[in-house]
């Protein structure tokens, strides 16, 4: 027979354990201003930061990874900078569907948001990935992109209606399950110094531990990303009990 201490031990692991991680990559154009460069260039180093994140989510053991990388609001930034930045995804995303990196790492891409927001050769990229990588479990790696915290909401129950349930039949595991990501989430970050979450992962991150980083995106280091797991470790989490 197991002790009771034994199974409250494992119990406590179990709460502890980082399953799903969350960052909303924030101040690359604040770094470009900084250093006097231009917008693109902000981005474009925001952009090699992403690697690093992964690779060390992978030491860590850590299932799921969601990046929030481009907004609905974000459309509404300035149209080169917006063009600019579709360009960037295409040229990105293009470099990881001709390497074989991600696949031997057991590294399966997700996207989620709104896709019909994106240009054609864009989305046509989104699945093209995620069809390439739909085998591999080691770890997931969302970006949201076209994402908003209210707009998935909706968009599940819009989603629950269509497949005919009754309100009897809805319950939070259904809505879930409705959502573009199901994985409730553990520790969301926020690089840039501001303290909101901008509708990252609303559902999701109701019980999430929270860590905003002053540090701007592009200048997030391997030891900024362990000192945030370290963190998180040695908190205690009550979810409301």
Not at 73 to 97: A, C, S, T
Not at 176 to 185: M, R, T
Not at 210 to 231: A, G, Q, S, V
Request: net charge positive; glycine share 8%.
């Amino acid at each position: 027979m197991m002790s009771e201490n034994f199974i409250l031990a494992c119990v406590s692991f179990l709460l502890m354990a980082l399953n799903h991680l969350g960052i909303i990559l924030d101040g690359n154009r604040r770094y470009a201003k900084k250093l006097g460069l231009k917008t693109w260039d902000g981005h474009r180093e925001g952009a090699n930061r992403v690697k690093d994140v992964i690779d060390e989510s992978l030491a860590f053991g850590i299932k799921n990874l969601t990046l929030y990388t481009f907004s609905t609001e974000n459309f509404k930034r300035d149209g080169h900078e917006v063009e600019f930045l579709m360009k960037l995804f295409k040229e990105v995303f293009k470099k990881v569907q001709k390497s074989e990196d991600f696949t031997k790492k057991g590294i399966r891409l997700r996207f989620a948001g709104d896709r019909s927001l994106f240009p054609r050769d864009v989305q046509e990229i989104m699945v093209s990935l995620e069809e390439k990588m739909k085998d591999n479990n080691r770890i997931s790696v969302n970006f949201a992109m076209g994402y908003g915290g209210r707009s998935e909401i909706l968009n599940a129950v819009k989603r629950i209606i269509d497949k005919g349930f009754s309100s009897e039949d809805v319950d939070e595991k259904l809505i879930s399950e409705n959502l573009y990501i199901k994985e409730d989430l553990d520790l969301l970050i926020r690089t840039g110094g501001e303290k909101r979450t901008s509708g990252f992962l609303p559902w999701q991150g109701v019980y999430a531990e929270l860590m905003f980083i002053d540090k701007l995106w592009p200048e997030f280091t391997k030891d900024d990303f362990k000192r945030c797991i370290n963190e998180f470790e040695q908190r205690n989490r009550r979810f409301g009990q």
